[in-house]
C-alpha cells in the first residue's frame, strides 16, 4: 500500500521568511496530493493541492512542487506569517484511500 | 461549518464499556472515512466507506467496528478499548473522485476519545 514520508518533523522559520515541506510517496499509482493545515484544536483543512498531471501550482503565498518521477511533491509558503504556525500535513490519494504524512509542526518566529 | 458533524466531541470510556461515535455529513458526499490522531500516529486511515460500501479497512482491531447505513451517516462502534487507543478520532467525507473531480475531504472537528 501507499506510504507517504513527510519531513521535518518541526520547522522554525524567521517571519517573513520561506518554509518548505517536502514529502514522498511510494505508489506509483496515486495521482492526487493534497496539503492540509491543522491548526491548534482545530480539524485539518485543505490549503492547496496539485494533480499527477501538473509539476506546480500557486497560490497567493503558497506553492505546490511535483516530480512524478522521483515521487516526491513539496510545499512553498513564501513571506511567512503568524498565522502560518501550525502543523502541515502532506497525503497521496490512490482511488478511496487518502494516505497522510506524520506532519510538520511550523513555529514562525517573530 | 464545514458540513460534518460528530458526537459526542469527548468520551470517557472505561475498558469494559460499549460506546459509539456518530459522524453526520450535510455535503452530498459518497465516500465517508475515519481517521484517528495521536502524537505517535498523526492522521492514520482507519476505514473508507464509498455509496454505503466498505472499501478499505486498514487493519484495524476489531473491537473498532464501523457501521454507514447511509451516505449521510457513519458509526464508529467501541468495544473493550485499550488505553493506547485514547486519541482523536476525526470523521471525513468527500466527493468520489472521479474526473474533474479530485475528491478533497472535508473533516468534521472530532471526537476526543480517552479510555480508562
Known amino acids: 500500500g501507499e506510504n507517504v514520508e513527510q519531513h521535518p518533523s518541526t520547522l522554525s522559520v524567521q517571519e517573513g521568511d520561506s518554509a518548505v515541506i517536502k514529502c514522498t510517496y511510494s505508489?506509483?499509482?496515486?495521482?492526487?496530493f493534497p496539503w492540509y493545515k491543522q491548526e491548534l484544536g482545530k480539524r485539518p483543512q485543505l490549503i492547496i493541492d496539485?494533480?499527477?498531471?501538473?509539476g506546480e501550482k500557486k497560490d497567493q503565498r503558497i506553492a505546490v512542487t511535483l516530480n512524478k518521477t522521483a515521487k516526491h511533491f513539496s510545499l512553498h509558503i513564501t513571506e511567512t506569517q503568524p498565522e502560518d504556525s501550525a502543523v502541515y500535513f502532506c497525503?497521496?490519494?490512490?482511488?478511496?484511500?487518502?494516505?497522510f504524512g506524520k506532519g510538520t509542526r511550523l513555529h514562525i518566529l517573530p | 461549518e464545514t458540513g460534518v458533524t460528530q458526537t459526542p466531541r469527548h468520551l470517557v470510556m472505561g475498558m469494559t464499556n460499549k460506546k459509539s461515535l456518530k459522524c453526520e455529513q450535510h455535503?452530498?458526499?459518497?465516500?465517508m472515512y475515519w481517521y484517528k490522531q495521536s502524537a505517535k500516529k498523526p492522521l492514520e486511515l482507519m476505514f473508507v466507506?464509498?455509496?454505503?460500501?466498505?472499501?478499505e479497512n486498514n487493519s484495524v482491531p476489531s473491537r473498532f467496528s464501523p457501521e454507514c447505513p447511509n451516505s449521510s451517516h457513519l458509526f464508529l462502534h467501541l468495544h473493550t478499548l485499550q488505553p493506547e487507543d485514547s486519541a482523536l478520532y476525526l470523521c471525513?467525507?468527500?466527493?468520489?473522485?472521479?474526473?474533474?473531480?479530485?475528491?478533497?475531504?472535508?473533516f468534521g472537528e472530532g471526537s476526543r476519545l480517552t479510555v480508562l
Open positions: 471525513a467525507s468527500s466527493p468520489t473522485s472521479t474526473g474533474a473531480n479530485t475528491g478533497e475531504l472535508f
Open positions: 505508489d506509483s499509482a496515486s495521482n492526487y
Open positions: 496539485i494533480r499527477s498531471n501538473v
Open positions: 497525503a497521496a490519494r490512490e482511488d478511496d484511500k487518502i494516505i
Open positions: 455535503l452530498g458526499h459518497n465516500a
Open positions: 466507506y464509498n455509496f454505503k460500501e466498505q472499501t
